[in-house]
T-cell receptor, first 113, second 114 residues
């Protein structure tokens, strides 16, 4: 099957620096993407989403970039804080499917003091 | 506002025992409901999803079953647990009526089968 994968399983950044978490997807028919944050022992929390008709979307301290040409998704976190330490998952939705998401394996972000 | 509840939060069960995990959603009607399993340090595996009362779709063959007896209640069950059923079980809901609605997750149930 087609998978959503991540380039790096772990990422360590200094507090105050910017973080970039990457995600590669292989289903070119996906038209909706979501980033989730999961803290230890908790359920995933929605961070930001983007539709395939967009290249960039910004939230509070976060930006998602979508490059459909190379099937790449990234999450940028500005001024990373200790509370940002968590596992980050990308998820994709195939075009025409209103029901299901396919999740990547996740990237562990650790913020160093 | 909408909320999603799962219980119990943690559970330790012997091999061969039955299982019942419950998920309820408040503040919405006719949601799509999902059960996921997450192994330690891994991603989310979709187990079941439901688009309405009594309507269950299974994604992977397994030792588990799901039921939706009420609109906002989703139950995950097993008659006899296996060691491999250990994991973190997550329930999620999604609003219907659109293609681009995110899923919202519950707090999860940590299941350990000994």
């Amino acid at each position: 099957g087609e998978n959503v994968g991540l380039h790096l399983p772990t990422l360590s950044v200094q507090e105050g620096d910017n973080s970039i978490i990457n995600c590669a997807y292989s289903n070119s028919a996906s038209d909706y993407f979501i980033w989730y944050k999961q803290e230890s022992g908790k359920g995933p929390q929605f961070i930001i989403d983007i539709r395939s008709n967009m290249d960039k979307r910004q939230g509070q301290r976060v930006t998602v970039l979508l490059n459909k040409t190379v099937k790449h998704l990234s999450l940028q976190i500005a001024a990373t804080q200790p509370g940002d330490s968590a596992v980050y998952f990308c998820a994709e939705k195939p075009q025409g499917s209103a029901r299901q998401l396919t999740f990547g394996s996740g990237t562990q972000l650790t913020v160093l003091p | 506002s909408q909320t999603i509840h799962q219980w119990p939060a943690t559970l330790v069960q012997p091999v061969g025992s039955p299982l019942s995990l419950e998920c309820t959603v408040e503040g919405t009607s006719n949601p799509n409901l999902y059960w996921y399993r997450q192994a330690a340090g891994r991603g989310l595996q979709l187990l079941f999803y439901s688009v309405g009362i009594g309507q269950i779709s299974s994604e992977v063959p397994q030792n588990l079953s799901a039921s939706r007896p009420q609109d906002r209640q989703f139950i995950l069950s097993s008659k006899k647990l296996l060691l491999s059923d250990s994991g973190f079980y997550l329930c999620a809901w999604r609003a219907t009526g659109g293609l681009y609605n995110e899923q919202f997750f519950g707090p999860g149930t940590r299941l350990t089968v000994l």
